[in-house]
């Protein structure tokens, strides 16, 4: 017989880091269970012991200092979705989270949950990109951050260490005349992961026409969130016109290697992108 699953519920990160190494990789944090609760029934994983942050405090906090937002890792999407910090400074971070499955599962799924299990058909993790946050994670050597686009670097695998634990998420509040959007595509239902989605922001000149800055992050089709500087790059000091947009569509269409799952082919999604991203960087433009 296998032995019973161990449960731990430390009251502090220390404790939390000084378990994981008396583990030694066989240990899997818990915070909203949401994905982890279908993978242990599903016998996809069969770690010998979880590791419970609900008894830690702080890691539940939301916080805007020195032009900063901070998400704590067991802060909900729930959260996220409804708080006046967050819909007030960066809207389509409360949009993206509150777009996510249906609210059963928002009021228990976590910021950090989502991103340490870089599941592809993800909401949040294009947005964070776009928004170019740090995910912030700790050892017992202490804390570094790690990029958003670099974190999740193919299905379900992080730049996360074994021994290391998010616990926290850092994201610059935008610039003056920033605006953002994100689309979702659902081809199955308005509950389901995504198809396609797209995380795109402009930040305008004073005309609010042309382009200072520009970042369009396409999620749910490869691996990883797709991002392409150089495409964005040429949208520079250039106005945002359906022509523009049009093109950048066609470019990432072009450049993304699609998949093929339930949702949708490797050619419906990439029609999709060119249909997807050329509608969010319109929805940018109406906003502006």
């Not at 240990?27 to 942050?53: H, N, Y």
């Not at 990109?129 to 958003?148: E, F, H, Q, T, Y």
């Not at 495409?231 to 998949?259: G, H, N, W």
């Amino acid at each position: 017989m296998s032995s019973p699953l161990m449960i731990h519920r430390p009251r502090s990160i220390d404790e939390v880091l000084t378990l994981l190494e008396a583990h030694r990789g066989e240990a899997k944090i818990v915070a909203g269970a949401t994905a982890l609760t279908i993978l242990l029934r599903q016998g996809l994983i069969s770690p010998e012991a979880l590791i419970s942050l609900d008894r830690i405090s702080g890691l539940d906090a939301i916080d805007i200092k020195d032009g900063v937002l901070t998400l704590g890792a067991r802060v909900t999407h729930r959260a996220v979705e409804r708080d006046p910090l967050v819909r007030q400074n960066i809207p389509v971070l409360a949009h993206a989270f509150g777009v996510v499955a249906n609210v059963r599962v928002r009021n228990v799924a976590t910021v950090g949950g989502v991103l340490a299990e870089a599941d592809y058909a993800s909401d949040p993790p294009a947005v964070f990109v776009m928004l170019n946050a740090d995910i912030v994670v700790r050892s017992n050597g202490g804390a570094r951050v790690i990029p958003a686009g670099e974190f999740v670097r193919d299905f379900y695998e992080t730049a996360l260490e074994p021994n290391e634990i998010i616990t926290g998420v850092r994201v610059a509040l935008p610039g003056p005349r920033t605006r953002a959007v994100y689309e979702k595509f659902s081809s199955r239902s308005s509950e389901d992961r995504p198809c396609i989605g797209v995380a795109a922001l402009v930040q305008f000149a004073e005309d609010n026409r042309t382009c200072e800055a520009v970042r369009v992050v396409v999620g749910a089709v490869a691996s990883t969130p797709q991002r392409f500087h150089d495409v964005e790059a040429r949208a520079l000091s250039r106005d945002l016109t359906p022509a523009l947009a049009q093109e950048i569509a066609e470019e990432y269409a072009d450049r993304v290697d699609p998949i093929d799952d339930l949702r949708g082919s490797s050619w419906y999604r990439r029609e999709m992108i060119r249909v997807w991203v050329r509608r969010a960087l319109e929805n940018v433009h109406a906003a502006a």
